[in-house]
């Protein structure tokens, strides 16, 4: 998946998958699914993309989409997501060692 934000190009062929999202849905049906992933670019901006369809997207307004969709995260947001969804084991790959706390 290709999309170009901002006058950049950002590609899911030449970025590195950080990780899947798992995605609730209510039932199994093409409308509900949806499949997310985090991913880095080369230039090490960080992103959302995914596929879904009819009902699978949400947007940030309520509203639903379908399609393909690629949304940039900040590295913070890449964190969060990162470690929310149990791969903290990996972290220091992507984000450098951790402070001790």
């Known amino acids: ?3 170009i934000i901002d006058g950049k190009l950002y590609d899911t ?3 590195t998958m950080v990780c899947s999202i798992p995605v609730p849905t209510r039932d199994d049906t093409d409308s509900e699914w949806s499949q997310l992933s985090l991913y880095k670019s080369p230039k090490d901006q960080y ?3 995914g596929e879904g369809g009819r009902w699978a997207m949400q947007l940030g307004d309520g509203q639903t989409s379908h399609g393909s969709v ?3 995260v900040s590295e913070r947001d890449a964190r969060v997501i990162f470690r929310t969804h149990g791969f903290a084991e990996h972290y220091a790959q992507y984000f450098g060692p ?3 706390g």
């Open 1 to 3: 998946m290709k999309d």
């Open 13 to 15: 062929d030449t970025a």
């Open 47 to 49: 992103f959302i993309a």
């Open 70 to 72: 690629l949304v940039l």
């Open 98 to 100: 951790p402070e001790e």
